[in-house]
Structures are given as C-alpha cells and as structure tokens.
C-alpha cells in the first residue's frame, strides 16, 4: 500500500514536472485531419431535385435559431467546394472528414431513386481531394434526416435500421471504390438526447424519458446493421473501415467522496456507456447501471415496463463488434455530484441519471456557455476509454473551440495548444489515438447558435453573399503543428 502510494506520488510528480518551452514530438503512426458538416456548409438545399431534411424544416418553420438563420446559403459550399479543397490542401492535413447529405442523393429518403446531381457532386469532390493527396473521410449520417422519414415517426420508427442501411448501401456503392473510411452516425447522443429527449437539435420533439431511448435502441440497430453490410459484402472489395462517432464531455467527480465518484462514474456511463457499451464492451448490451436505474424508476413511475426498451440476446451479439476503431468527439469537462435531495426536472438527466451537473466558474469560457477549456479532461477521458473498452484505436473526430467574431484568434490558438498536449500526454499514458481531427475547418452553421458561434480555423464572412473565406491566425498555428508535427508546451 505504502509502496503502491510512493509510486503513484512519483509518477504524480513526474507528470507535474512539466518544462515550459519544451518542444514535443508527436508519433509518426499520428495523422492530422480537419472536419464539417454537410448541413452546416453546403447550402443548396433546394437546387436540382434536393429533398427536404428535417433541418431546412426545422429552420424554416421555426423561430427557435438565435440568429433567425439557416443553412439555405450557409458557407455555399456546393459551390466552392474547390475553394474547401484548396483550405484543406493548405492546412496539410491528411484527411478532410466531410458528410453526405441523405436527401441530396436520396430526394424522398428511400433508395428508390438517387438524385445523379447530388451523387455527381460527391464524386467530384471525392475525386478533387483524391487529386490533392487528401484522403476523404466520410460521415453516412450527420444529423440531415429526410423530412418525410421524420414524419414517419423518425429514429422513433424501427424500420429506420432498414431505411438507414439502404441510404449506405447507396453511398458505399457510389464512392467505396475511392473512400475507405466511414463512419455510420455522428454523435448518437446528441440526436437522440437533443432531438427527442429534449429541444436544443431537430426534430425537437421534447420526451424526456421516452423517445430517446427509443431512438438510441433503433440508431444502435441501424449503425449494426450499416456495419454488418459492409462487412459483409463491401470489405472484402473495397477494403475500407466503418466506426461511429461518439460525444462526451469529461465528468469529473466535485469531490473525491465515495458518492461523488459514483455520480460521475454513473454519468460516463448515461453520456458514453449509453452507446458505447452496446458497440465496445466485452459483453456488449445497455450499460448495467442504466438497466437497472430506468428499470426501476418506470416501475415506480407506473409504467408497466423498462422506459428503456430491451435488446434480445440475437440483437446484443449483433451490435457487440461492429467497429473497426473507437470514434471519439470531445470538447469539455464538466463537474458531477451526488444531489442532496431528489431531483425533479426532465426524466433523462434528473430522474434516471439523476446527478447534478454544473461547471467550476474559474475554468476559461468560449463563446458557447457549455463549452470551457478544461485540457486534462481530455486525458482523463482518452484513459477511461482505454480501460473500459479494452484499450482500442481512437480516433477523435471533432475538438475545437467557439469564439464570437475574430480573425486574430489567440484564445482558439491556446485551447489547441493545450488539446494536442493532453493528447500527448494521453498517448504516453498508452492510449492508442491514431488521428486527430480539429472542428472545424472553417465557420459555418451552429445549429440553434446559427452564425452567433464560430468554431472555424477558416473565418467565413457571412455578411457577404459570396462568403468569402480568410485563414485565422489558428489555421497558420495548426498548420505550423502539422509541418513540424511538433508542439510547444505552454
Ligand atoms: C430556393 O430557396 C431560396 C431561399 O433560400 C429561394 O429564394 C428560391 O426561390 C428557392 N428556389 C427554388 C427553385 O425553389
Ligand atoms: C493501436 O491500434 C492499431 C490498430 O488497431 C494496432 O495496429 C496497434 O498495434 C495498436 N497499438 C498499440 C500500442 O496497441
Ligand atoms: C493578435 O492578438 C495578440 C494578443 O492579443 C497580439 O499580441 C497580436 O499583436 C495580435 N496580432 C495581430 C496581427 O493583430
């Protein structure tokens, strides 16, 4: 014990020992990327015979944007897809992660009819970044569901599994020949806890409790079934790789209390486990903690079973596996405690997880309430990941920062700095990340923020109809990073 606490107070020290100024060196087997989205960039969402996604109605038929924005023009992308390319190319990144537009090339959703407009833009862009020695990375589902599958009850729906498979089965025959890197979905919790459970992303249907799980059970189904046809009939052509990408924030327990630790332990597991134990853990299925929670709580809530709905034992061994790398979004930390007395507030954060979340004010802000610029965090997390999923290859998709309107960009340039150390850091620790993707490559459309919050190393002037694009002063620091692929303590 006593030795076991010396070693640990040593290694403490060794960690704690850090040298200012000092230049690091990041693996050579580490490459870079730069990422968006096809709803936030392309505009265009009516030219040929583009259908209508559940965003261009959400945007157009409420008033629930900040800015009263939407992504009919957003950066026009469609249009300057050659300028993106051109940013890209300048950043020396190794990849560019970008998503498909599901009512782009499938109008009405179902795979019955294929827009060749929509397919022949992803070619050229595929093939315009395959000519500039960048290697695509494409995301299947980016949050831009048909309307008309929406109103067919949405991820609600089960037949979504077989609708969401006949949307990749499209894509992986269109451009599997040239793009070897997929992901299914990109951050399952937020469609699912923000679009259903609550109303912060389309389509806003507000049932806590309820339609979440609902649509986490089918989503899960849906990417096990994408990954599974790839597998099956795609792989052994094509050659490529298939994951998802997961969203969390760090919880970090407010106090080292046995209680404490149990809440934010529970909270990885509601926020990460929720989809990450069906996909990831040896034994695959919903993690324990939330079975049992929700289990008991509908009982007491009169309802005659589980809020969350069963997988069969088939169904667990379906999902179990169905990846070829661990996909990882994260932009924050948070605090978690045990609540003093019972919460009462909506069903999925305060009766189930029942915690209380909240952030330290002395942690620096963005523009964004929710995100503050917590690096070790980020370490934390890269551990967690490796020792509960049996210490997989990661790639992180999305990290970045949001400012209000700022070329000379000097908080963003801080905040990478201190990502990519505690990255470092995580690697020494053993974590096993093979990319790195920065969020995002230039401003574009925030969601419920609209143009209020800018995530881009590229600043986009959306004032000006043609919305022309100027490199930040990040985008020079992140480039410098990728020459040299060497970072500065700071
Ligand atoms: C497309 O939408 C824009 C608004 O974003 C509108 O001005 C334009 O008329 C529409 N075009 C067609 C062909 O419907
Ligand atoms: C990291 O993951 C890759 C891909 O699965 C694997 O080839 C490599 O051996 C792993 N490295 C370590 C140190 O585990
Ligand atoms: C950018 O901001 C930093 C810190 O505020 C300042 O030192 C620097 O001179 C600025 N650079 C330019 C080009 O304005």
Redesign the pocket.
Known sequence: MAFTKTVALLLLAASDLVVKGEVRKFPDTLSFGVATAAYQIEGAWNVSDKGESIWDHFTHTTDTIKDRSNGDLACDSYNQHKRDIEMVKELGVDYYRFSISWTRILPDGFSNRLSQDGIVYYDTLINDLIAANITPFVTIYHWDLPQRLQDLGGWTNPMMADFFTDFAKVAFEAFGDRVKSWLTFNEPWVVCLEGYGSVTKAPALGMTGIAEYMCAHNLLKAHAKAYHLYDDVYRPIQKGRVGLSLNTNWHEPATQSPTDLEAAERAMQFYLGWFGHPVFSREGDYPQVMKDRIAQNSLAQGYPRSRLPEFTSEEISYIKGTHDFFGLNHYTTTLVRMPKKVLEGPSFYDIDLGTEIFRDPAWPGSASFWLKVVPWGFRNLLNWIKKNYN?P?IIVFENGFSDIDNKNDTDRISYYNKYLNALLDAIEDGC?V?AYTAWSLMDNFEWLEGYTERFGLYYVDFNDPKRPRTAKASALYYKSILETRTIERK
């Open positions: 210490n290859e096993n093979s």
